[in-house]
């Protein structure tokens, strides 16, 4: 394979990595294990595209149960029954996701919520009707899901509950529905328990705790639906869970870390009560709310280095499916037998990566302008001495989300190429406190851009960077960090590459997806509120500054993205032609808000990795 190499130290990297190895599909993936314990399933590619495959739990050969030629898999989970295979499919990205699933006996695969225009998920399971499910479907109002009751074996799909005008509705273990979640225009959360008198206030999350509600955190109630589980920081600055009364309302502390947020949550399936808790401090460290489960865990972590995920539990709970993540190796599944003590690895998703030179991700923190502390990680390029590195920020989206240790394929193609990759869990990131989200309250282009100054001057103070050689990139919110980067502070990034960003917070905001405005009043007060504001969020925008561009710009847009829409990256490409400033602009047809074909991000790679070459001088993959 020809490199093409600069005449620089570059020459004392380790060998390059193909493109494929980092971004192709990998080999399995995404593996769960049946309720019953008997099965295993995972994602492997079948011509280019991820299908599903199912084998036994004692290493019988697999099948392929799925039949999809255009568009990879990207999200499925069992059914209850052990029989069906439940995956969620969009329209090349435009997130109407429709319920599928698979019988894995028969191979009979079924679209379960039919319906136009709809974006259906999955809301709940329980082991007592494992033929049924409620699904989420927002059929008869764009904006509200109502809930369904999915029936597996006779193919019924019928409403259940009407959405009175809700954010959230949660079920208790017998399917009924038990708790409906609010946004008022303040931004706050109001939970209500349906009661026989109807709907009656529960529990209040004001505006500043209304992050802590994170939806990516499992919630539940507990075995005699008296009572709900669920993550909050009211009380406290870092989110803790906590047990709620749906009699009285009072809350009861189960845990909590004093400095990081709840990152994770699982419940017994046995005794449906709250067992396991991860903390997502620099890594993924997990607690045990029952203590018999120390063991396991210390067992499992023994196994190998780096953090594991339980993805899954059997209802019996005697085996687990657990996934270890690395900084710099593959990912690993392994199937647990806790009676036995024993684990089994299953496979590796990319094994091609132990035959080359990985990068560590390491964790850094520095003090911003204002004396916050702002944490993040960085990825040295390994074989360089750490001194006058050409760099690469890689903003994360969100904004409200996080960067991770763990396997990093951009950051490894940041390193092997011969670039300090720098991620900066900038203020608004999760996970450090809800003080930490408030901070970024109205500082999109503000607070949330100088932590990112910030952090270059820290890692530029130390001597690691060349700082006529950085370049800002990232996807979503990490792509508005890069059009921010290229025009608010035109003199400090060489060069810029935006996926999906937002250009005009103004049209950002007037546009979301018709199921987001029951909960638009988050962004209006946390960004800014086009009917009221529109001038101040033109002055956060990057449309606005569109005169201060005077580096190269790639520009990478999803044709059918219903969250950053076209639109964002048409304008700005627009206003560039019409002052004659330079712009790459590629238009992805076939993806939305980020790619699911492998193809797509091989193209896409090639692209960024050449443009990096180019503008900021670090070697490539001959094309």
Known sequence: MAVETPTDQLTDLPPLIPRDVLFGNPVQTQARLSPDGTKVS???????????????????????????????????????????????????????????????????????????????????????????????????????????????????????????????????????????????????????????????????????????????????????????????????NITRVCRLSLADGSTEVLFEDPEYDVAALHF????????????LRDRLYWHALDESLNKDLQLLQAIQPGTFSILSRS????????????????????????????????????????????????????????????HGYVTFPPGLERKNLKTVFWVHGGPWARDAWGFDPFAQLFANRGYLCVQVNYRG??????????????????KMHTDLIDALDHLAGQGFVDRSKVAISGGSYGGYATLVGVTFTPDVFCCGIDI?????????????????????????????????????????SPLSKVDQIRVPLLIVQGANDP???????????????????????????DEGHGFANAENWIKFTTLVESFLAEHVGGRKQAD
């Open 500 to 540: 999906v960003g937002p250009s005009n917070l103004n049209t950002l905001i007037s546009s979301v997806p018709e199921y987001w405005k029951p909960a638009l009043a988050m962004w209006t007060q946390r960004v800014g509120d086009p009917k009221t504001e529109e001038e101040f969020l033109w002055s956060r």
């Open 42 to 236: 995972y994602l492997a590619p079948v011509n280019g595209i991820l299908n599903l495959f199912v084998g036994g739990a004692d290493g019988s050969k697999p099948r392929q149960v799925t039949q999809e030629t255009t568009r990879s898999l990207q999200q499925y989970t069992w059914a209850l029954n052990s029989r069906h295979l439940l995956f969620l499919k969009d329209g090349g990205g435009d997130e109407n996701w429709h319920v599928h699933s698979v019988d894995i006996e028969s191979g009979e695969t079924v679209d379960r919520t039919p319906f136009p225009g709809v974006s259906a998920r999955i809301l709940a399971g329980e082991a007592a009707r494992p033929d049924e499910l409620l699904v989420l479907i927002n059929k008869d109002n764009p904006q509200l899901h109502d809930v369904y009751l999915l029936n597996l074996a006779n193919g019924s799909c019928e409403v259940v509950e009407e959405n009175p005008g809700f954010l959230g509705l949660m079920p208790d273990h017998d399917f009924k529905i038990r708790v409906g979640i609010t946004m008022s225009e303040d931004g706050s959360i109001e939970l209500l328990s349906k009661t026989e008198d109807g709907w009656k206030p529960l529990f209040h999350v004001p505006f500043e705790d209304s992050m802590s509600f994170n939806t990516a955190v499992a919630s539940s109630f507990d075995a005699a639906n008296q009572a709900m589980v669920f993550p909050t920081s009211v009380g406290a």
């Open 429 to 446: 990131s999760t996970g450090y406190g809800k003080d930490f989200v408030n901070a970024s309250n109205r500082e999109w282009a503000g």
């Open 315 to 374: 209802t019996d709970d005697r085996r687990w499916l657990v996934a270890f993540t690395s900084d710099s190796g593959p990912g690993c599944y392994y199937l647990y037998d806790r009676d036995a003590g024993k684990a089994t690895l299953l496979f590796k998703d990319r094994p091609e990566l132990d035959g080359y030179t990985l990068a560590a991700k390491e964790p850094f923190s520095f003090q911003a302008r204002d004396g916050l502390t702002v």
């Open 268 to 279: 017994n399936p046995v005794t449906e009560e709250p067992d396991l808790v991860g903390v």
């Open 563 to 589: 969250r950053v829409k076209k639109q964002e990256s048409d304008q700005i490409v627009a206003a560039m032609k019409e002052r004659g400033i330079p712009c790459e602009y590629v238009v992805v047809e």
